[in-house]
């Protein structure tokens, strides 16, 4: 900073700041300076952003150019012509004193500046008054840092509501004094309009609206699309209807009268010296042009306006507002568009919305200045539900509505059926349950303004048109609803009209027979053809329509529904109520089941009544078709109905053709015969519950069930292919008896024996001992093998079973694998006794091994005693047994060195007896052992071989039974 006391006031005001600038400083400095233009000139060059150092800069200035002012005026006055007071003389003769006394000509110059410059103060200054007071940066900058700042929102709205009782704004942010002072006037307008700052720009409208009104729609450009047009339409163009003119605003002045330096003559002079003013005229515009737009002008601005809102921001509302207030105004042109942006905005803010918003939803108002009627329409109501549809025709629809029928008398075109046209087209094309909402919101019971259609001769043409065009066979209750609306008329028929009627209903049934090139009859199409009805032939359609209605509930009760076109077309054709009636009888129940003989009685009397008429004389579905005949089609439904279990794709009996085999069981008298049959549909539901495969993939048919010859095998494959099954012995036998086995012992047998494998093969000893137990019970029930071959069958099942089990090596009870080997021993032919009784002594080896391991852990060390370990309580009644059978035949003995080892003489047995079994051994589990012999390869049998053989033949004859193997071969 310099020093204040430092050179010449002139120096000391160079080297000054200019924010070091004072009230003071200006009147200690400059007063003593005697040049007047060096002064007016430093007073020009100063431009600051304090209103009042600015202010007394420019009084200081003015000051010194007052001389100047006095010798111009004297010159003009001298050379004035009352006439002419701008007469060339008077500028020659001013011209020539300024190039003499050049200091004066710039001194003119900067006086104009000053003076514009002194206008400009004030305009800031008035609309520093209006705005209100701004809070200081720091306070700002904490309030930013507060986000969640819940009196943020109550400040805004005080900064904008207008004046207020805090003291006045000295600036504004962002438009400081020195740059409003030196800019053109248009561009501080434009920034004020940028910032919304709508009363400051009143206020600059209002003293230069002679600079500014040319340029006001620049100016409008520049407010932002997002703000409230009520907040700027002050500013908005008008149009006067008197002047057929824009309106143009008031030409205020600061000054009453013009200071000589601004007077064009002087502004000529000084310019024509040709000395350039160095400083510039406060942003002085040029002269602008004042054109007043056409209405036509304006209104097409105002839809520039409007694209550019709802380009930008999409804002209907802030769109319409403009265009209502430019309508307000009195311009023409914009009554349609107003009307567009109104019914947008009813499109976008009131009709229903998805939940799942998407694109297509987000609409746009060129999509909408495209569309037409039809698809404003179904626009409106594209997300109506039935309870809210009735409402949005008569608060979105409606109104749109009549402003197409207002705008087409404004064109000149007055189109009274246009309302009626486009609902009546939107109700023929909606589905029935919105159709029946309408019709619901049109009953002749409402009120006249409350009904949506209140021509009742147009509803009835509408529910024909709407029911007999739809080809829907599943909403019978909605039809019901759309019929119980339709008036009732009070009309005497005589037979000439009936007649007439029924010819109509004749034609109609031509009409909708479908063609080559004309499959099925639209509902519009069928809206024209009942256009041109009397009353007496919609009444009478009416009574039709019930018939058919009824008719058509009754049909889909027997899953044999047809659309109601359908009662039109074959209303004169036997041939076709003939084949329907065979259709209703024979597929009866299909997704409506018959459950049993009471329903079989429902059929026949639906059937009857589809064939008589009305109390109104009208014939039903199968009205041209006898009784008798219908009585005999219904017969044959029911005789053919014992095909059902052949055709049948699914054995489930709860549903379908299956059911129907079922039922029909139960129409006759149960009898043996009939109950087997029963019995079998029933086997045939729970093989089918198991998902058996005939093929990969491919469920197994009924049909497939019932041509298998051997049944037992579909109980192989139920246990081969469900694990879990063999935990339900009585459902499986169960199952084996309704399949036609209840009396076959070798069959009950065969199943215990695979329901033992199969928890065999699951590891699960405990229910293959249960069904091992219960198989060899049911054996030796049976009579003697010698007097009945399926006996020998059922034993040579069961030992083989036996010796299978008793041999398991994963099988950890000792004692229960002795038991079955001892009932191996029982039931086996004497030719397999060696076999068993081989496996039988293996296994007391083992349990003898166990035993003496157990005993020599035993602290005690006493001596076990052989004798009572060697005996096995359990196992005596098989051995007494065993021995009183040997005493009854003799066993050739084999020759010990020529015998091949027990496992391969079991397996042949095995494989033997077997080979008959309806079922393959899985290899579910680790168990992998059979009757064909132990699993243990040569590594854990290496020991075994003829040898073994021979040593154990050899104990055998020590052991005292040599005779068993050892007699003669008589």
Request: with cysteine.
């Amino acid at each position: 900073m310099t020093k204040p006391d430092a050179g010449t006031p002139a120096e000391r005001w160079t080297a000054l700041a200019d924010q070091d600038i004072t009230k003071d400083l200006i009147h200690e400095l400059l007063d003593d300076i005697s040049d007047d233009l060096w002064v007016a000139a430093a007073c020009a060059d100063r431009v600051v952003d304090d209103t009042d150092i600015q202010r007394v800069l420019l009084n200081t200035g003015l000051a010194r150019t007052e001389g100047v002012l006095e010798r111009v005026k004297g010159i003009l006055s001298r050379v004035s012509h009352a006439d002419d007071p701008e007469d060339e003389q008077r500028e020659d003769a001013l011209v020539t004193y300024l190039r003499e006394e050049p200091t004066d000509a710039r001194l003119c110059a900067i006086r104009r500046t000053l003076l514009r410059r002194q206008d400009r103060l004030q305009d800031y200054l008035d609309m520093c008054a209006e705005e209100p007071q701004e809070d200081e940066p720091q306070v700002e900058e904490e309030l930013d840092d507060w986000e969640d700042d819940p009196w943020a929102e109550q400040e805004a709205e005080s900064s904008t509501s207008g004046p207020s009782n805090s003291k006045p704004a000295t600036s504004i942010s962002f438009l400081p004094l020195s740059t409003f002072l030196l800019e053109p006037l248009n561009q501080s307008a434009r920034l004020l309009a940028l910032h919304c700052r709508f009363v400051a720009l009143r206020i600059l409208y209002e003293w230069n609206a002679e600079n500014l009104w040319p340029q006001r729609f620049h100016v409008l450009d520049a407010i932002p699309e997002h703000v409230q047009p009520s907040d700027y339409r002050h500013l908005l163009p008008s149009f006067s209807l008197s002047d057929e003119a824009e309106t143009m605003p008031e030409m205020k002045k600061r000054r009453p009268t013009v200071d000589v330096t601004e007077e064009p003559t002087v502004r000529k002079a000084v310019h024509a010296t040709g000395i350039p003013n160095i400083f510039p005229e406060c942003g002085l515009d040029a002269a602008p042009a004042f054109i007043q737009l056409t209405t036509g002008e304006l209104a097409q601005w105002f839809r520039k306006r409007v694209d550019k809102i709802m380009t930008s921001t999409g804002m209907v509302d802030m769109a319409l507002y403009t265009v209502q207030h430019g309508a307000s105004q009195g311009i023409a042109g914009l009554d349609e568009l107003g009307e567009d942006l109104s019914m947008f905005s009813r499109l976008v803010y009131d009709a229903p919305r998805a939940d799942d918003w998407a694109d297509e939803d987000d609409w746009t108002f060129e999509q909408w200045q495209t569309m037409q009627p039809p698809e404003v329409v179904a626009a409106f109501l594209k997300h109506s539900t039935s309870d809210t549809l009735a409402r949005d025709i008569s608060h979105l629809v409606m109104p749109y509505l009549y402003v197409l029928e207002s705008r087409a008398e404004r064109a000149g075109h007055p189109d009274p059926s246009i309302r009626t046209r486009l609902l009546y087209d939107y109700v023929l094309a909606a589905p029935l349950e919105k159709a029946a909402v309408l019709f619901e919101a049109s009953k002749p019971t409402l009120p006249a303004h409350q009904r949506l259609v209140s021509n009742d001769q147009d509803i009835v043409r509408l529910a024909l048109a709407c029911l007999y065009g739809n080809s829907s066979i599943d909403q019978w209750s909605t039809m019901s609803r759309i019929f119980e609306c339709m008036p009732a008329w009070d009309i005497t028929r005589d037979t000439g009209g009936e007649d007439e009627a029924d010819t109509t209903i004749a034609s109609l049934g031509a009409f909708v027979k479908p063609t080559t090139s004309h499959a099925t009859s639209s509902p519009a199409e069928l809206f024209v053809f009942f256009k041109p009805l009397p009353v007496i032939a919609l009444s009478r359609a009416l009574d039709v329509l019930d018939v058919h209605l009824e008719g058509g509930e009754i049909l889909s009760r027997w899953s044999v529904a047809a659309p109601l076109q359908w009662f039109l077309r074959s209303n004169s054709d036997a041939e076709e109520q003939r084949a329907w009636a065979n259709r209703m009888a024979r597929r009866a129940g299909g997704s409506n089941p018959i459950s049993g003989v009471d329903d079989w009685e429902w059929l026949l009397q639906d059937m009857l009544k589809l064939a008589g008429k009305g109390d109104n004389g009208i014939r039903g579905a199968f009205g041209l078709l006898p009784r008798n005949e219908v009585k005999q089609i219904y017969l044959s439904g029911v005789l053919s109905s014992g095909e059902f279990y052949d055709n049948a794709n699914s054995g489930n009996y709860t549903f379908g053709e299956m059911k129907l085999a079922y039922d029909c069981l139960s129409v006759p008298p149960i009898s043996d015969r009939i109950q087997k049959q029963r019995d079998f549909i029933e086997a045939t539901s729970r093989l089918s519950s198991y998902n058996i495969m005939s093929r990969p993939g491919i469920p197994i048919t009924p049909i497939e069930i019932r041509l298998t010859k051997d049944r037992l095998s579909l109980v192989a494959r139920v246990l081969a292919t469900n694990e879990d099954a063999y935990r339900h012995p009585e459902v499986i036998t169960e199952l084996v008896r309704k399949l036609g086995l209840a009396d076959d012992a070798v069959s009950e047998v065969k199943t215990l024996a695979m329901l033992a494998d199969s928890a065999m093969q699951a590891e699960d000893f405990a229910r293959a001992t249960e069904n091992a137990e219960r198989m060899v019970r049911t054996v030796l029930d049976l009579p003697l093998p010698t007097q009945h071959a399926e006996a020998r069958e059922a034993r040579d099942v069961a030992w083989a079973a036996c010796f299978t089990l008793g041999r398991q090596p994963e099988f950890p009870d000792i004692g229960k694998k002795t038991m079955l080997l001892g009932r191996s021993l029982e039931l086996c032919p004497p030719d397999r006794l060696y076999d068993v009784l081989s496996a039988w002594r293996k296994l007391e080896a083992e349990d003898i091994d166990a035993r003496e391991e157990r005993l020599a852990t035993r602290r005690s060390g006493a001596v076990a005693n052989v004798q009572e370990a060697r005996t096995v309580p359990h196992m005596l009644d098989p051995v007494a047994s065993l021995r009183t059978r040997l005493q009854d035949f003799h066993m050739p003995s084999p020759p010990l060195l020529n015998t091949p080892d027990a496992a391969a003489l079991a397996s042949r047995t095995f494989k033997s007896v077997t080979a008959n079994f309806p079922f393959s051994v899985s290899s579910r589990g680790r168990s992998q052992s059979s009757v064909g012999g132990d699993r243990e390869d040569s590594r854990s049998r290496a020991g075994t071989d003829v040898g073994e053989v021979r040593e154990q033949a050899s104990r055998a004859f020590q052991r005292g039974i040599g005779w068993l193997i050892g007699a003669d071969d008589e």
